[in-house]
């Protein structure tokens, strides 16, 4: 990657070091799966109660954008 853009010593540590650090976490994601299942099982939880956040402010949202539409409308009658 990197030490084939920029062809010195210190470019080629570094992509050694970055691929290293790759193979690091990937070791420990394998090794700590009950880990990873806790994350997981946090984040649908998290999600879940997010959802209404979202749901909340998606209704702002099209809220806004209902009454920019009326207010350009043409007015008929008085």
């Not at 010593?9 to 790759?22: G, K, L, Q, S, Y």
């Not at 009950?34 to 209704?59: G, H, I, M, P, T």
């Amino acid at each position: 990657m990197l030490s084939g853009i920029l062809n010195s010593e210190v470019a080629i540590h570094v992509n050694i070091a970055i691929m290293r650090t790759f193979v690091m976490i990937w070791k420990y994601a394998l090794e700590h799966k009950e880990f990873n299942e806790k994350l997981l099982e946090r984040e649908a939880n998290y999600d879940k109660k997010f959802s209404d956040v979202y749901e909340a402010l998606n209704y702002l949202i099209k809220k806004d954008e209902k009454e920019t539409t009326q207010k350009e409308r043409k007015q008929t009658g008085y």
